[in-house]
């Protein structure tokens, strides 16, 4: 008897382990294709794909450990000293599921329960039609051991200014392009540097190789398209040539990429301008020289004081090589720090423009300041240089800067209740990142004959009315009424085995959308 009691124990304890065990189709795929496979998909910046079971299952180990070591998803800024729009941050939880998966085997769980695969977009993701589509020359990358930034100067054609209130780079090769930075140059100066250049482009490795040269939007792979909130735009002058400086990692030499990039300007007769400039920067607020003597690590302070109030959208901190860390802020007339963004690992290839939740007021007297620490010895392994040198400012590859671009306009009383994000609620669920806001993702079976499963996605947890209609729009059944669901993915299964043959919709009401698909039952 005693021995019978002691198996049963025993039992129960692998039977409740192995029910605490995560499954990839319900626990492991939502945070993957939410956080990974909008770089780690067929032809995207990855090395291979993680969609669908088989491609996690033969990658469990590696992401065990890069979710672990923080490697991945990339996300330099540190969440804990300021929360930002999009973060490609995983929670403590998400983290432990995935490690539990991993180490119970990577189970794959009821597949028919699993989101539906995400899709990528060759063509852009934001909807409807470009106002300016421009596209550089089909280029060959010549990158072997070393990477490549090549430069390509298109006139815009444009015969009056323009606002940019949403624009987007959609690599001609994804496989390839690793980051794209848009300039605007009215001077002539990039196109005739364009021009000296057997080409197509020119190298350049820090920007657009002039000076007169205006930044104007920047991409990295998996970041979501520039947008403005309604009547803010960045200008596009007149007769400007737009300017694309792109990122092809080593060991892609013979790959060709024809980059485009899509504008969407504002139809508005008054629109509040959005500027895109260097704030803080190695040539006016530096506290002494831009100089790192070889076998030596310095560290640097930027500062400056707000003329106006100002609004801030955004802000992109930018250093080379030597780099190790940058962290920005602002101390407020009243004595109060706001803090803006810290990046304590900073690296080179993963930079880009970080949004606001909300747009922050600067108010007038501001001081604004930039930490930042380089090495310059051999204990840095992104040292361009073998032995170090000295190295001091420019925009070689062996040079350093020190910049923080401010994407700010003047203020208006109540800016600072604007929700930079709030678009996100309404993308297309082939977006960049899956998931975003609350979506009914799909229905299936679909045509349904007994059973049907309803899969969606809530960014927080909330109520939901899951119910299906006729084609007159009469609720033939409610599946279920103000149903308290988690925050994250569900699939939620139903018989429908007494509903006569026909098309219906299933309708998703939270409290703060509206959401259908069609359903055709069959039996």
């Given at each position: 008897m005693e021995k019978r009691i002691l198996f049963i124990v025993a039992l129960l304890g692998v039977l409740h382990s192995h029910a605490q065990t995560p499954v990839w189709s319900t626990d492991i795929a939502p945070i993957l294709y939410n956080h990974c496979t909008s770089c780690h998909h067929s032809g995207g910046i990855a090395p291979f794909s993680l969609i669908g079971y088989t491609n996690a299952l033969a990658y469990a180990t590696p992401i065990k450990n890069d979710v672990t070591t923080l490697k991945m998803p990339p996300w330099p800024p540190q969440p804990s000293y300021s929360h930002l729009a999009h973060e490609r941050v995983l929670s403590t939880t998400e983290i432990n599921k995935i490690v539990n998966w991993a180490n119970g085997g990577a189970p794959s769980g009821d597949l028919s329960l699993a989101p539906p695969d995400p899709t990528y977009s060759t063509s852009g993701v934001l909807p409807g039609t470009a106002d300016l589509t421009l596209q550089i020359p089909v280029y060959t990358s010549t990158a072997t051991t070393g990477d490549i930034y090549q430069c390509f100067s298109i006139p815009s054609g444009l015969l009056t200014d323009k606002y940019i209130t949403a624009f987007e780079a959609v690599p001609?090769?994804?496989?390839?392009?690793?980051h794209v930075l848009v300039y605007a140059d009215t001077t002539g100066t990039c196109r005739r540097l364009d021009s000296t250049y057997a080409g197509p482009g020119y190298p350049n490795f820090g920007g657009a190789g002039s000076s007169s040269a205006i930044l104007i939007g920047a991409w990295v792979p998996g970041s979501a398209p520039m947008?403005?909130?309604?009547?803010f735009g960045v200008k596009l002058p007149r007769r400007s040539d737009v300017v694309l400086q792109i990122h092809y990692p080593a060991g892609t030499t013979g790959l060709r990429d024809s980059t485009k990039v899509?504008?969407?300007?504002s139809t508005a007769s008054s629109v509040r301008d959005v500027f895109i400039v260097p704030v803080l920067n190695h040539s006016t607020n530096i506290d002494s020289t831009l100089f790192i003597p070889a076998y030596t690590t310095k560290s640097f302070t930027e500062s400056a004081i707000s003329p106006i109030d100002f609004s801030l959208l955004a802000v992109a901190p930018h250093m080379h090589l030597l780099?190790?860390?940058i962290k920005v802020y602002g101390v407020h007339p009243a004595g109060d720090t706001d803090k803006w963004i810290n990046i304590p690992k900073w690296d080179f290839h993963w930079q880009g423009f970080y949004s606001f939740p909300k747009i922050k007021?600067?108010?007038?007297s501001t001081q604004m300041r930039a930490e930042a620490f380089y090495d310059n010895t051999t204990a840095n392994p992104d040292n361009p240089s073998s032995p170090p040198r000295n190295v001091s400012l420019g925009e070689a590859?062996?040079?350093e800067m020190m910049l923080v671009y401010f994407v700010f306009a003047g203020y208006i009383a109540g800016d600072e209740n604007i929700v930079i994000d709030s678009a996100t609620l309404s993308v297309p669920k082939d977006f960049a990142q899956y998931y975003r806001g609350q979506q009914l993702l799909d229905i299936c079976p679909n045509p349904s004959v007994n059973?049907?499963?309803?899969?969606?996605?809530?960014?927080?947890?909330?109520?939901?009315?899951?119910?299906?209609?006729?084609?007159?729009?009469?609720?033939v059944r409610m599946l279920s009424q103000n149903k308290p669901l988690d925050k994250g993915y569900n699939a939620l299964k139903y018989s429908v085995m007494d509903i006569p043959p026909g098309n219906y919709v299933v309708q998703m009401i939270t409290p703060e959308r509206i959401l259908a698909q069609k359903l055709v039952i069959t039996h």
């Open positions: 001609g090769n994804p496989a390839i392009v690793h947008t403005y909130p309604t009547n899509r504008f969407y300007f780099g190790q860390r007021k600067v108010p007038m590859t062996t040079d059973d049907l499963v309803v899969k969606l996605y809530l960014n927080n947890a909330a109520t939901a009315t899951l119910q299906i209609l006729d084609e007159q729009g009469k609720i």
